[in-house]
């Protein structure tokens, strides 16, 4: 079997960043994924949100686990670091990383299988600790490499393409983050680039947990009638709270928002995360609230979608440590192995 590969050569018209870079200088290798994957979508929306925001594809580290997600950061940012883990233990390779060099932006791609069921614990570490890292979850709530059996988010009550009825509860990964702590927490719709893109921008220009819950339907096995992730249905039962624009701080359109209609939540690195409100009465900064908006929706069988919960003054992993500064992974023996007069004054202090 032979694949096609992109050209390198750029055309000369193509619109340029802040960076020089065109859009194409963010794209990765031809995708292997089925025709019409909802994967496909959310990496297009990753390369469109990232030249936007003009950052510089060799700052991002991109990790990833197992499945067809996590196949998929071969397909965006091809000049970027990454790191393809075992299976569910993404999370703890990134928390790894991040603590030995901080200055990196940190994009984490899973899937519902490898964060919902054997990476659940690794999730939930990586949520509550505060880990700066923008982590995508692709959710078509199927096995689609081993031919769609369901995962652990399908919902109760769906049906697999062969008819069969799931029994089980699902794992609703957005109402976990909430619940464990996590300071950005958005779902949204792969076939929504409108919304998806802001929040991507959104999340990876937050300071610390940042989850996007994508629901990204499988067109091999999960985009039938019956199925609670297919197209039409969460086309038909899509209720979004807000509508997203981010902008970043040197941006200057302000004024074309009329008063009342935007809410500014200011980021620790100067932008401005503005969500113009269509939902009455909806806060996006009350935890408690999202959780109780969530499930009072899920009741009624609608996805919620949108930015669900922020908080800007979150604390990111590195300040629940206390750690220094300068990026671990630069310090040297003399810094890192202090001796012993160092740990028995640490000792002396524990007495």
Same mark, same amino acid.
């Given at each position: 079997?032979?694949?096609?590969?992109?050209?390198?050569?750029?055309?000369?018209?193509?619109?340029?960043?802040?960076?020089?870079?065109?859009?194409?200088?963010?794209?990765?290798?031809?995708?292997?994924?089925?025709?019409?994957?909802?994967?496909? *979508?959310?990496?297009?929306?990753?390369?469109?949100?990232?030249?936007?925001?003009?950052?510089?594809?060799?700052?991002?580290?991109?990790?990833?686990?197992?499945?067809?997600?996590?196949?998929?950061?071969?397909?965006?940012?091809?000049?970027?670091?990454?790191?393809?883990?075992?299976?569910?233990?993404?999370? *703890?390779?990134?928390?790894?990383?991040?603590?030995?060099?901080?200055?990196?932006?940190?994009?984490?791609?899973?899937?519902?299988?490898?964060?919902?069921?054997?990476?659940?614990?690794?999730?939930?570490?990586?949520?509550?600790?505060?880990?700066?890292?923008?982590?995508?979850?692709?959710?078509?709530?199927?096995?689609?490499?081993?031919?769609?059996?369901?995962?652990?988010?399908?919902?109760?009550?769906?049906? *697999?393409?062969?008819?069969?009825?799931?029994?089980?509860?699902?794992?609703?990964?957005?109402?976990?983050?909430?619940?464990?702590?996590?300071?950005?927490?958005?779902?949204?719709?792969?076939?929504?680039?409108?919304?998806?893109?802001?929040?991507?921008?959104?999340?990876?220009?937050?300071?610390?947990?940042?989850?996007?819950?994508?629901?990204?339907?499988?067109?091999?096995?999960?985009?039938?009638?019956?199925?609670?992730?297919?197209?039409?249905?969460?086309?038909?039962?899509?209720?979004?709270?807000?509508?997203?624009?981010?902008?970043?701080?040197?941006?200057?359109?302000?004024?074309?928002?009329?008063?009342?209609?935007?809410?500014?939540?200011?980021?620790?690195?100067?932008?401005?995360?503005?969500?113009?409100?269509?939902?009455?009465?909806?806060?996006?900064?009350?935890?408690?609230?999202?959780?109780?908006?969530?499930?009072?929706?899920?009741?009624?069988?609608?996805?919620?979608?949108?930015?669900?919960?922020?908080?800007?003054?979150?604390?990111?992993?590195?300040?629940?440590?206390?750690?220094?500064?300068?990026?671990?992974?630069?310090?040297?023996?003399?810094?890192?192995?202090?001796?012993?007069?160092?740990?028995?004054?640490?000792?002396?202090?524990?007495?």
């Amino acid at each position: 079997m032979t694949y096609l590969a992109k050209p390198k050569l750029h055309h000369p018209t193509l619109q340029r960043n802040a960076l020089g870079f065109t859009r194409r200088d963010y794209e990765g290798k031809i995708s292997t994924l089925c025709a019409g994957c909802g994967h496909d *979508s959310i990496s297009a929306a990753l390369v469109q949100a990232c030249w936007e925001l003009d950052i510089e594809p060799h700052r991002v580290a991109k990790l990833s686990g197992i499945g067809c997600s996590s196949k998929t950061p071969d397909y965006f940012l091809g000049a970027s670091h990454g790191f393809n883990t075992v299976h569910g233990r993404m999370p *703890s390779v990134a928390t790894g990383a991040n603590l030995a060099n901080r200055e990196l932006l940190y994009l984490g791609v899973s899937g519902d299988g490898d964060s919902a069921s054997i990476g659940l614990g690794q999730f939930a570490h990586a949520m509550r600790r505060g880990v700066n890292l923008t982590y995508i979850v692709e959710n078509n709530g199927v096995y689609g490499l081993t031919k769609g059996q369901f995962s652990a988010t399908a919902d109760q009550g769906s049906k *697999s393409k062969k008819g069969v009825v799931n029994t089980d509860s699902a794992i609703d990964l957005v109402a976990l983050a909430l619940q464990l702590g996590a300071s950005y927490v958005a779902r949204s719709f792969s076939g929504d680039k409108e919304q998806l893109i802001p929040l991507i921008k959104g999340a990876m220009r937050h300071h610390g947990a940042a989850l996007i819950d994508v629901i990204s339907p499988c067109v091999a096995f999960n985009n039938h009638a019956g199925s609670t992730k297919s197209y039409d249905y969460v086309r038909a039962h899509n209720e979004a709270v807000n509508r997203l624009d981010f902008m970043p701080s040197r941006d200057a359109i302000q004024l074309m928002y009329a008063p009342g209609e935007v809410i500014e939540v200011q980021q620790h690195d100067g932008s401005v995360l503005r969500l113009r409100k269509l939902a009455a009465g909806y806060d996006a900064g009350d935890r408690l609230a999202a959780m109780s908006h969530i499930a009072t929706h899920e009741s009624r069988g609608e996805i919620l979608t949108g930015l669900l919960y922020v908080n800007a003054s979150a604390q990111d992993l590195h300040e629940h440590l206390n750690t220094v500064d300068e990026p671990l992974n630069r310090l040297g023996d003399a810094q890192l192995c202090p001796g012993s007069a160092a740990l028995a004054a640490i000792n002396a202090e524990l007495a």
